[in-house]
């Protein structure tokens, strides 16, 4: 039977050096197929997508196999042959839009670039195209969106963007990797929703990458799992999810905090068992640590970036032992109570106190001590020049916790095994750990000061859920062992769910809930939360 697939790869193997990345991974995309390929961080999902468009153009790739798109055999055509192809058969949502997009080129143009170069027409119906562009991935006044910068614009609308250059040309083939990997609940399911409207609309094939196991199961018709560059499991979609063949698989589908019921620790390939927290255990707890009085208050907060308000009169409390979270959309100021909170921003209005002392009375060494962070990214927080011991060795050297180099290197060590890390490990580089390792790192080095309070800063969201549940369980062991409160903030409402105790629900600068978590999730009093939930099938 002759074969009728748009785009058929056979035993592609790509090797780094000596380094086997992908190792004979085959498989056809049929026209109008959504496809989604699955995998941790390192499995080769991006350099499956990458392969295909022949961007691994770097020396030190080197790639066997077929990559065939409608009869054309793609990894032996010359560079001015596949830009004839790429963006305009076959097109790619890069991850990341602010890395992606050109800074320094209005939106509109950089729209309009990849319009010039693959159609022969006048600037007038381009730029007509361009705005009709705009409007169709959703954003409102194209002509003003068309004359502004990336950084003038939110995330998902930065997305919008980068959706509208791949489906500029109409392609056949629609690559989407990792599209909505740091964007919150509701702009997600926008996003989404976006890419599956155009799909039926263009009749476009897609393949849709991401470790989001939520996403993939609502939107894709058939499933590759990767696992250290090896294909695993392939097959309908639907059935891989009900019954998965291979453990791994089933790993990561069940690595996900479950919806209604509380573990104590999440699936891992070291937690085969799991318990769940019964209700009057949790009553209990919150009983002891609610009738204490709160080791941080944060006391009608105002703070502005120029003209704009951030947050707008936002007061809470937290107690030593709980873990709050607080969510909201992008931009709704998350991230600015954590940097108020840490003293990092000063304030136009309000009092943090610790300990029911203004944070402003208080040493600035002995309050560093007491509350850390852990950041989001973090490679970009670790510096890439210096080993990671010398990382979690340097605050305990700034704040002279010990008197001797060998106590302090005794301690670092220490810090290294409790975080799941080994002693030989002080010696390396940020470059030479996975992304959940470099997160141990971050948290090893937060550990350092024997804290109080740790903020958590989205230090989850960009982890595939099988690292992300070693992380949170992590976090739970060092709770129950040092006695950790956690500001948790996330826009992840499963893992809200899991892992808080309370919730402080944000939106525009403003406290609009807040209340016990389960509480909140059962029966949410404000439409905002509603639609958060919601998006989060809640």
């Not at 961080?41 to 770097?58: C, D, E």
């Not at 076959?90 to 509109?108: D, R, T």
């Not at 791994?248 to 891992?268: E, G």
Request: a positive charge.
């Amino acid at each position: 039977m002759k074969n009728t697939s748009l785009l058929s790869l056979e035993k592609l193997t790509v090797k780094i050096d000596s380094n086997t990345i992908l190792s004979e991974i085959s498989f056809q995309l049929n026209k109008n197929e959504v496809l989604g390929i699955v995998g941790e961080s390192g499995s080769g999902k991006s350099i499956t997508a990458l392969s295909i468009l022949n961007l691994l153009n770097n020396s030190s790739f080197q790639s066997e196999g077929s990559i065939v798109f409608e009869g054309i055999e793609l990894s032996n055509l010359s560079k001015k042959k596949i830009q004839t192809i790429r963006g305009k058969d076959i097109s790619i949502i890069f991850q990341e839009p602010m890395s992606s997009l050109n800074p320094s080129m209005k939106c509109g143009h950089q729209i309009l670039e990849i319009v010039t170069n693959h159609n022969k027409s006048n600037k007038e119906s381009d730029i007509r195209k361009v705005l009709d562009l705009i409007e169709k991935v959703q954003l409102k006044n194209p002509k003003v969106v068309y004359e502004k910068y990336p950084h003038q614009l939110s995330g998902g609308q930065q997305q919008r963007i980068m959706i509208a250059i791949a489906i500029a040309c109409n392609p056949k083939i629609l690559i989407a990797d990792e599209p909505t990997t740091s964007l919150d609940g509701l702009v997600k399911n926008e996003i989404i929703s976006l890419i599956k409207s155009l799909q039926l609309e263009y009749k476009m094939s897609v393949i849709f990458i991401s470790h989001d196991l939520n996403l993939v199961s609502k939107f894709v018709d058939n499933l590759i799992i990767l696992k250290n560059g090896f294909i695993i499991e392939k097959g309908c979609a639907s059935k891989i999810f009900k019954s998965p063949k291979e453990s791994y698989t089933y790993d990561l589908i069940h690595s996900t905090p479950p919806k209604k019921n509380r573990p104590y620790r999440l699936l891992t390939k070291k937690i085969r068992e799991i318990k769940f927290i019964k209700k009057e255990e949790r009553k209990l707890f919150h009983s002891k640590i609610y009738s204490q009085p709160p080791i941080l208050r944060v006391e009608q907060l105002h703070f502005s970036y120029g003209l704009n308000k951030i947050i707008n009169n936002i007061s809470f409390d937290v107690f030593s032992g709980e873990v709050l979270g607080i969510v909201g959309e992008s931009g709704s100021g998350k991230s600015t109570i954590a940097k108020c909170i840490l003293g990092l921003v000063k304030l136009k209005k309000g009092v943090v106190y610790f300990e029911n002392e203004n944070i402003k009375h208080i040493e600035n060494s002995v309050f560093r001590k007491n509350v850390q962070l852990i950041f989001q990214d973090p490679y970009s927080s670790l510096n890439s020049e210096i080993c990671i011991g010398d990382s979690i060795v340097e605050p305990m050297i700034v704040h002279r916790i010990f008197k001797t180099k060998k106590e302090i290197k005794l301690k670092a060590l220490s810090l290294l095994k409790q975080v799941g890390l080994k002693e030989k490990d002080f010696n390396k580089y940020p470059n030479q750990f996975s992304g959940g390792q470099r997160q141990r790192i971050v948290i090893a080095r937060a550990l350092a000061l024997n804290p109080r309070i740790i903020v958590c800063d989205e230090s989850v969201s960009a982890l595939d859920v099988s690292i992300q549940a070693e992380i949170l369980n992590l976090l739970n062991d060092l709770k129950e062992k040092f006695g950790f409160t956690y500001v948790f903030i996330s826009h992840d409402m499963s893992v809200i769910k899991y892992f808080t105790d309370r919730v402080i629900v944000i939106k525009k600068g403003k406290i609009i809930e807040l209340n016990e978590t389960d509480s909140l999730f059962n029966f949410p009093k404000n439409k905002y939360t509603k639609e958060l939930l919601k998006a989060s099938d809640f």
